[in-house]
């Protein structure tokens, strides 16, 4: 079974610095386009930013480009989102997904086909 763990959240104030990371477990992550999606309340879907299966493509909503980047380790089965110049418009669910298609669908939110999901991990910018 496909199993993706999110970790790195917490309460940041704003110009702070996050990072996350997704693991993986009973799979590799190296056959997969990997992406982070974001919920706010009330707010639909969001995607922030992904990363082709290896890591040569990348790309980023608007809103973020500049402050985070995305990486990925396929040794360490893990991917990462390093996220600086935190705001508070940022705060949100941030949930990985594994997908198979590519990073413009995946950005988009296009998982027509396959996709499989961590549980999130809570970001909340505060002073």
């Known amino acids: 079974q496909l199993q993706l763990v999110d970790s790195g959240g917490g309460l940041v104030q704003p110009g702070g610095s996050l990072r996350l990371s997704c693991a993986a477990s009973?799979?590799?992550?190296?056959?997969?386009?990997i992406g982070w999606v974001r919920q706010a309340p009330g707010k639909e879907n969001e995607g922030v930013s992904c990363?082709?299966?290896?890591?040569?493509?990348?790309n980023y909503a608007d809103s973020v480009k500049g402050r985070f980047t995305i990486s990925r380790d396929n040794a360490k089965n893990t991917v990462y989102l390093q996220m600086n110049s935190l705001k508070p418009e940022d705060t949100a669910r941030y949930y990985c997904?594994?997908?198979?298609?590519?990073?413009?669908?995946?950005?988009?939110?296009?998982?027509?086909?396959?996709?499989?999901w961590g549980q999130g991990t809570q970001v909340a910018v505060s002073s």
């Open positions: 997904v594994a997908t198979i298609h590519s990073i413009v669908d995946c950005l988009e939110g296009r998982f027509t086909y396959f996709s499989s």
């Open positions: 009973g799979f590799t992550l190296d056959s997969y386009t």
């Open positions: 990363i082709s299966n290896n890591g040569g493509r990348t």
